[in-house]
């Protein structure tokens, strides 16, 4: 009898330069060496069954990562979670873990997907200013981007994709005394605690950092439609609302901090199935 | 602390996963109670270093101490080294990205000729004097072993000491001494001569070469009697009690070779006279299987890797090689865990061993001659005929294989290009093979490729006095075969001679290269294994710059008299022996492998493995 069981893990940053491919392999290597009893396909080559929910660029850190896991047997998805653990590398961690009960894996119903976007402003930009020009961004009803697909150059309209879309200031930061990581859209000032230390961190290695303004840097969140359907990378949406708005950004970090499925028209928790936002 | 390269460094670098560790099976250590650190260097590229097993072993064996935390350090690519430099980032460990220049030793293992401007580039990176005799008391020993270090006159200017032979033993040998040596505060000479009475170290500074008027060696002789005369490689008797590591480094990203790989033996009996680690290893040692499938049960659990490679100079010749596979395959493949058998001789056991264990397509085979009719490979004492390789070959295609790879090598000693055609004769005999082979039992689509390298004479072997042809020789011999091969079935690749002609300078040089080595290094030489970035007129004008002459070394035909530049170093096997087989070679007579018949080559010296069986 196949159980699966649901994870969501964390990438940070110790391990942001693997790519999804060789990610996958790492959680297969774990997965052997937690003695899972992890189901493989059949076949001449057999494959352990894991299935991810979206992929995750180079460089990019989350704390919403999911990912299915067929077992050959039944077992406690809190014991699957802990046995996986152990055997993970530092910079990931599995800190939930559920019975799948649906009928479709993850990559399948993954829909949209939440991103802080850390960017350096080439030049003096008042908050308020970006905050209007953004707003008036997000009143068009199409926005056009170019994107390359087979090696060609394609007009894509990414405005449907685009689900909502903030920008707050980045200063005074204190990191470790916020606690929040969840991400609040009308909020001044970000608050998402892995923007906050990588700041910190920009501050202690990055030569160039060190010597820019701290009122040019911006945090971006912004909610996009994502997987298999309708795919959105927020690199476009800063790339479209700089020549809107005729400021030059610099990305610094992308972070992801959610990642959801849909039901009807609502997008929701891939554990629970809880409606988290209205799209 | 570490050295933090800026995120905005590593985007900008290809593979930035090569620079930022913490991979699965790493060793991380507190700094306290730490007297020893070491900078386990491999010249290359993160994707060749992870995936050589001696780096593995003494990787491990040395952080099995509890005084030592030993860290990886590999050659940055291209791009990254540029991007350091651009910042004033010195070369620095994986592991704890500390500079390792602050190191106590700097240790390369010496495992091709072509890595050794890397090894100035890498110490030059590292902020450290690339010459030994500009380092003081403020900077690392800088150390090394591996294969090419047996030929270690080139290097000398720059390594401070050198390893022979298996490091397991001697390399706990020196650290001991060496605590010792920091706590009493003494001069850097004085550790040096204390290492020197230890079985194996080579301190090349304690050596004086003086030269004849023809450029030949006069003399080669320890500055103090209390130098050794003659430096013994060391080996390992036993390779059942010897450390192997339970736990090897899980790579983040694809290296070369991404698998559990263990040993079954060290040595080689065939003694191919071509052959330098044929004779360097000797004598043969195996592991018992039942170890081996010991190591690899803790091997996989430990690492969760999905493939086992038996590595071996020729896994056929291992004695108890049924016995390990079935042991594996029984054990590994409810496991889902594959067998990988290179360096397998093909017969019908092999064949069906590779059916059973191997989950791979029968796209290629390789077969191995090595020279193009029997007379040279008589010569070379390559026990293959044209019968058995016909005899494989057909084997395999009837078994499914389509793809055969032949390996041969151009410019072997006494060649005529009747050698060479014999080449294209039996590449034409192994598509008559498949043509013969019933349609049914084939597989689709025959492709066969012949490949040649160029003959690289090397120290230790009987041929070692002999010259290398010319590049331009060889060039020719290249485009003569290529006329000669006529089915449209076979492809042929061949190696750029330059490449070559540097191996041969190197493998045999002497200490006059170093200044060429300091010169092609100036010039931007690395990485010249790199088809893309070798530089071989920088190699050359770096040869006319010090007033060397690179032919001296490749192409000309030693004496047997002459003092070669290694003369000082043993490695068990007699020149008197090499000097016999050599004059065997050249009346084209084979010896036969050390399990049918000791040939008296000396390496009994040792007392282990087939000598004493």
């Given at each position: 009898?196949l159980?699966?069981i649901?994870?969501k893990?964390?990438r940070g940053e110790?391990v942001k330069?693997?790519?999804?491919?060789?990610?996958m392999?790492?959680?297969?290597?774990?997965?052997r060496?937690?003695n899972?009893p992890i189901?493989?396909?059949?076949?001449f080559n057999p494959h352990?069954h894991?299935?991810f929910?979206?992929?995750?660029?180079?460089?990019v850190t989350?704390?919403?990562?999911?990912?299915d896991f067929?077992l050959e047997k039944?077992?406690?998805?809190?014991?699957?979670?802990?046995?996986?653990?152990q055997?993970?590398?530092?910079?990931?961690?599995?800190?939930?873990?559920k019975?799948?009960n649906?009928?479709?894996?993850?990559?399948?119903?993954?829909a949209?997907?939440?991103y802080?976007?850390?960017?350096?402003?080439?030049?003096?930009?008042?908050?308020?200013?970006?905050?209007s020009?953004?707003s008036?961004?997000?009143e068009?009803?199409?926005?056009?981007t170019?994107?390359?697909?087979?090696g060609k150059?394609?007009s894509?309209?990414?405005?449907?994709?685009?689900?909502?879309?903030a920008v707050?200031?980045v200063?005074?930061t204190?990191?470790?005394?916020?606690?929040?990581?969840?991400?609040?859209f009308?909020?001044?000032?970000c608050?998402?605690?892995w923007?906050?230390?990588?700041?910190e961190?920009?501050?202690a290695?990055?030569?160039?950092?060190k010597?820019?303004?701290e009122?040019?840097?911006?945090?971006?969140?912004m909610?996009l439609?994502?997987?298999s359907t309708?795919?959105?990378?927020?690199?476009?949406?800063?790339?479209?609302?700089?020549?809107?708005?005729?400021i030059?950004?610099e990305?610094?970090?992308?972070?992801?901090?959610g990642l959801?499925t849909?039901?009807?028209?609502?997008?929701?928790d891939?554990?629970?199935?809880?409606?988290l936002l209205s799209? | 602390m570490?050295?933090?390269v800026s995120?905005?460094?590593?985007?900008?670098?290809?593979?930035p996963?090569?620079y930022?560790?913490?991979?699965w099976n790493?060793?991380k250590?507190?700094?306290?109670?730490?007297d020893?650190r070491?900078?386990f260097?491999f010249?290359d590229?993160?994707?060749?270093?992870m995936?050589h097993?001696?780096?593995k072993?003494?990787?491990?064996?040395?952080n099995e101490?509890e005084?030592t935390?030993?860290e990886?350090?590999f050659?940055?690519?291209?791009?990254?080294e540029?991007?350091?430099?651009e910042h004033?980032?010195?070369l620095?460990?994986?592991?704890?990205h500390?500079?390792?220049r602050?190191?106590?030793?700097?240790?390369?293992?010496?495992q091709?000729?072509m890595?050794?401007t890397?090894?100035?580039?890498?110490?030059d990176?590292?902020?450290?004097?690339?010459?030994?005799?500009?380092r003081?008391?403020?900077?690392?020993f800088v150390?090394?072993?591996?294969p090419c270090?047996?030929?270690?006159?080139?290097?000398?200017?720059?390594?401070?000491?050198f390893?022979?032979g298996e490091?397991?033993e001697i390399i706990?040998?020196?650290?001991d001494?060496?605590v010792?040596?920091?706590?009493k505060?003494?001069?850097?000479?004085?550790f040096?001569?204390?290492?020197s009475?230890i079985e194996?170290?080579?301190?090349?500074?304690f050596?004086?070469?003086k030269?004849n008027?023809?450029g030949?060696?006069?003399?080669?002789?320890?500055?103090?009697d209390?130098?050794?005369?003659?430096?013994?490689?060391?080996?390992?008797?036993?390779?059942?009690?010897?450390?192997f590591?339970?736990?090897?480094v899980v790579?983040?990203?694809g290296?070369?070779?991404?698998r559990?790989?263990?040993?079954?033996?060290?040595?080689?009996?065939?003694?191919?006279?071509?052959?330098?680690?044929?004779?360097?290893?000797?004598?043969?040692?195996?592991?018992?299987?039942?170890?081996l499938?010991?190591?690899?049960?803790?091997?996989e659990e430990?690492?969760g890797?999905e493939?086992i490679?038996?590595?071996?100079?020729?896994?056929?010749?291992?004695?108890?090689?049924?016995e390990l596979?079935?042991g594996l395959?029984?054990?590994?493949e409810?496991k889902k865990?594959?067998?990988?058998l290179p360096?397998?001789?093909?017969?019908?056991?092999s064949?069906?061993?590779?059916?059973?264990?191997?989950?791979?397509?029968?796209?290629?085979?390789?077969?191995?001659?090595?020279a193009?009719t029997?007379?040279l490979r008589?010569v070379?004492?390559?026990g293959v005929?044209?019968?058995?390789?016909i005899?494989?070959v057909?084997?395999?295609?009837e078994?499914g294989?389509?793809?055969?790879?032949l390996?041969?090598?151009?410019g072997?000693?006494?060649?005529?290009?009747e050698d060479?055609?014999?080449?294209a004769?039996?590449?034409?005999?192994?598509v008559e093979?498949?043509?013969?082979?019933?349609?049914d039992?084939?597989?689709?689509?025959?492709?066969?490729t012949?490949?040649t390298s160029?003959?690289?004479?090397k120290?230790?072997t009987?041929?070692?006095?002999e010259?290398?042809?010319s590049?331009?020789?060889?060039r020719e011999?290249?485009?003569?075969?290529?006329?000669?091969?006529?089915?449209k079935?076979?492809?042929?690749?061949w190696?750029d001679?330059?490449?070559s002609?540097?191996?041969?300078?190197?493998?045999r040089?002497?200490r006059?290269l170093?200044?060429?080595?300091?010169?092609a290094?100036?010039?931007?030489c690395?990485f010249?294994s790199?088809?893309e970035?070798?530089?071989f007129?920088?190699w050359?004008?770096?040869f006319?710059?010090c007033?060397i002459?690179p032919?001296?070394?490749?192409?000309r035909?030693?004496?047997?008299?002459?003092?070669?530049?290694?003369?000082?170093?043993?490695?068990?096997?007699?020149?008197?022996?090499?000097?016999?087989?050599?004059e065997?070679?050249l009346?084209?007579?084979v010896t036969p492998n050390c399990r049918a018949?000791?040939?008296?080559?000396?390496?009994?010296?040792?007392?282990?493995?087939?000598c004493?069986?």
């Amino acid at each position: 009898m196949l159980s699966s069981i649901r994870v969501k893990f964390v990438r940070g940053e110790e391990v942001k330069y693997i790519s999804h491919l060789d990610l996958m392999k790492m959680f297969e290597r774990a997965v052997r060496r937690s003695n899972i009893p992890i189901a493989y396909s059949k076949g001449f080559n057999p494959h352990p069954h894991i299935v991810f929910g979206l992929p995750l660029s180079v460089g990019v850190t989350s704390d919403s990562e999911y990912a299915d896991f067929e077992l050959e047997k039944d077992m406690k998805p809190e014991e699957f979670a802990q046995r996986l653990n152990q055997n993970l590398p530092e910079g990931v961690k599995i800190v939930e873990a559920k019975k799948n009960n649906t009928n479709s894996n993850i990559m399948a119903q993954v829909a949209g997907a939440l991103y802080e976007v850390l960017v350096l402003a080439d030049g003096k930009v008042e908050i308020e200013d970006l905050k209007s020009k953004l707003s008036k961004f997000l009143e068009n009803k199409e926005i056009f981007t170019e994107k390359e697909s087979k090696g060609k150059i394609k007009s894509v309209d990414i405005r449907p994709m685009i689900y909502n879309v903030a920008v707050t200031t980045v200063k005074n930061t204190e990191a470790g005394v916020l606690e929040s990581t969840k991400t609040d859209f009308t909020e001044d000032g970000c608050k998402n605690l892995w923007i906050l230390k990588y700041v910190e961190k920009l501050k202690a290695e990055d030569d160039l950092f060190k010597q820019t303004d701290e009122s040019a840097v911006f945090c971006f969140t912004m909610l996009l439609a994502a997987g298999s359907t309708a795919n959105l990378k927020p690199e476009f949406v800063i790339a479209a609302f700089g020549r809107y708005s005729g400021i030059n950004f610099e990305i610094l970090k992308i972070h992801r901090s959610g990642l959801f499925t849909k039901n009807k028209d609502n997008l929701t928790d891939p554990l629970g199935g809880r409606v988290l936002l209205s799209v | 602390m570490g050295i933090r390269v800026s995120d905005r460094i590593l985007q900008s670098v290809e593979k930035p996963s090569r620079y930022t560790g913490n991979e699965w099976n790493s060793v991380k250590k507190d700094l306290k109670g730490i007297d020893i650190r070491f900078a386990f260097c491999f010249p290359d590229v993160y994707e060749v270093g992870m995936s050589h097993l001696g780096m593995k072993i003494l990787y491990h064996l040395l952080n099995e101490r509890e005084d030592t935390y030993c860290e990886r350090v590999f050659a940055p690519w291209v791009d990254m080294e540029a991007k350091m430099r651009e910042h004033n980032i010195p070369l620095f460990a994986l592991e704890t990205h500390d500079p390792i220049r602050e190191f106590d030793f700097i240790g390369f293992t010496l495992q091709y000729e072509m890595s050794y401007t890397n090894i100035i580039n890498m110490l030059d990176l590292a902020g450290v004097p690339v010459l030994s005799g500009e380092r003081t008391k403020e900077h690392p020993f800088v150390c090394a072993g591996g294969p090419c270090a047996y030929n270690p006159e080139p290097l000398a200017d720059f390594i401070d000491f050198f390893m022979m032979g298996e490091g397991e033993e001697i390399i706990n040998e020196v650290m001991d001494v060496y605590v010792q040596w920091k706590k009493k505060n003494l001069p850097r000479e004085e550790f040096l001569r204390c290492i020197s009475s230890i079985e194996g170290v080579y301190v090349p500074q304690f050596y004086d070469v003086k030269y004849n008027d023809d450029g030949t060696i006069s003399s080669f002789l320890p500055i103090r009697d209390e130098y050794p005369k003659k430096i013994r490689k060391r080996i390992i008797k036993d390779l059942d009690k010897v450390f192997f590591p339970e736990k090897i480094v899980v790579p983040f990203t694809g290296i070369v070779h991404d698998r559990i790989m263990v040993e079954l033996f060290r040595g080689c009996i065939r003694g191919c006279r071509f052959c330098q680690a044929g004779f360097i290893y000797r004598p043969v040692r195996e592991r018992s299987a039942d170890r081996l499938l010991e190591i690899s049960r803790k091997l996989e659990e430990s690492t969760g890797y999905e493939e086992i490679s038996l590595t071996s100079l020729s896994t056929s010749d291992y004695t108890a090689l049924k016995e390990l596979t079935d042991g594996l395959i029984c054990e590994m493949e409810p496991k889902k865990v594959n067998l990988s058998l290179p360096s397998l001789r093909v017969d019908s056991f092999s064949l069906e061993l590779m059916e059973k264990a191997q989950k791979v397509r029968k796209s290629g085979l390789t077969f191995a001659p090595e020279a193009g009719t029997q007379r040279l490979r008589n010569v070379i004492n390559k026990g293959v005929t044209e019968e058995d390789l016909i005899k494989s070959v057909s084997l395999a295609f009837e078994g499914g294989w389509s793809g055969v790879k032949l390996y041969f090598m151009l410019g072997l000693p006494t060649e005529s290009y009747e050698d060479i055609e014999g080449i294209a004769e039996l590449g034409h005999k192994v598509v008559e093979a498949y043509k013969n082979t019933p349609k049914d039992k084939r597989g689709k689509g025959l492709s066969v490729t012949i490949s040649t390298s160029s003959f690289v004479p090397k120290p230790f072997t009987p041929f070692q006095w002999e010259p290398q042809d010319s590049i331009e020789t060889l060039r020719e011999k290249q485009i003569f075969l290529k006329s000669k091969i006529k089915s449209k079935s076979i492809k042929y690749n061949w190696h750029d001679p330059e490449l070559s002609f540097l191996e041969a300078i190197f493998a045999r040089g002497d200490r006059k290269l170093g200044k060429v080595l300091l010169k092609a290094f100036e010039k931007g030489c690395k990485f010249d294994s790199w088809g893309e970035h070798f530089k071989f007129d920088k190699w050359m004008e770096a040869f006319r710059e010090c007033g060397i002459d690179p032919s001296f070394y490749a192409n000309r035909k030693r004496s047997y008299g002459e003092i070669l530049p290694w003369d000082h170093i043993d490695v068990g096997v007699s020149k008197k022996f090499l000097e016999r087989e050599h004059e065997k070679a050249l009346k084209e007579e084979v010896t036969p492998n050390c399990r049918a018949n000791c040939s008296g080559c000396g390496a009994t010296v040792f007392e282990g493995g087939i000598c004493v069986e």
